[in-house]
């Protein structure tokens, strides 16, 4: 069974940064199209990020690019966002999915993420 364990959130100013990390369990992880979600409250789960198993193709939500970075470690079954310039519109909880070969999903249990002064 494949499990996703999100960690990194927290509390953080405007203007300031924070790191996520998502690990994965199982094998084939490099085979994995791996992502971040997040859910604000009162608003429907929205696609931040994205980054393919060649680990140099990554894409981004209009509202992020340039701000935060996807990468991947395979060796760790890992993939981390780094989030820079939070705003507090970045307020969410933040959730890692995993897509299989065979296009099956799965989700961490997300990571709050607060932007507050």
């Known amino acids: 069974q494949v499990q996703l364990v999100e960690s990194g959130g927290g509390l953080v100013q405007p203007g300031g940064s924070l790191t996520l990390v998502c690990t994965a369990s199982g094998s084939g992880f490099n085979l994995w199209t791996m992502g971040w979600y997040r859910q604000a409250p009162g608003k429907e789960r929205e696609w931040v990020a994205t980054i393919f198993t060649h680990t140099t193709l990554t894409r981004y939500a209009d509202s992020v690019k340039g701000r935060f970075t996807i990468s991947r470690d395979n060796g760790a079954n890992t993939v981390y966002l780094q989030m820079n310039s939070l705003t507090p519109e970045d307020t969410a909880v933040y959730y890692c999915?995993?897509?299989?070969?065979?296009?099956?999903?799965?989700w961490g249990q997300g990571t709050q993420v607060t932007v507050s002064s």
């Open positions: 999915n995993g897509r299989s070969p065979t296009y099956n999903d799965y």
